[in-house]
């Protein structure tokens, strides 16, 4: 079955469209329904003042209950769907991975070492290459 690709960006949690070696990746995390209710998407506090979303809240609450759980906790639960083209074999593919970020090292050109970054990790269907789509760095 072909993954459905989000409509709009209020149904992700998580959503990304990286290049790499010209190969385009594009991942995305759709929010999950409510563990007590199951009537509507968790998602992200409001502020009551500003109406905005807080985006650098800790935890997840259901908008028509008020149940409330860790962001860790409740992202671990959730899929990452993956669309892409493997920068080795050049084929296209559809994968759908835990979504859960590992520590992988890579090397910095920058620093002239090696570092750890946080990525999520796939392997390609075709040829079996492992594909990291890392967190992106400031």
Not at 44 to 55: A, C, H, L, R
Not at 59 to 82: H, M, N, R
């Amino acid at each position: 079955m072909p993954l459905q690709e989000p409509e709009s960006m209020d149904d992700c949690v998580y959503f990304t469209k990286r290049v790499i070696d010209g190969n385009t990746i594009k991942a995305w995390v759709y929010k999950g329904k409510c563990p007590k209710c199951a009537k509507a998407l968790m998602g992200k506090p409001v502020d009551e003042k500003t109406g905005k979303v807080k985006i650098r809240a800790k935890d997840y609450v259901c908008p028509s209950c008020g149940y409330t759980v860790a962001k860790e906790q409740y992202e671990e639960t959730l899929f990452c769907e993956i669309k892409y083209k493997c920068p080795t074999c050049k084929a296209e593919g559809e994968t759908s991975v835990p979504f859960k970020r590992k520590k992988v090292s890579r090397f910095d050109e920058e620093k002239q070492k090696r570092v750890s970054v946080d990525a999520i990790r796939f392997e390609c269907g075709s040829c079996g290459a492992k594909i990291d789509i890392t967190k992106k760095m400031k």
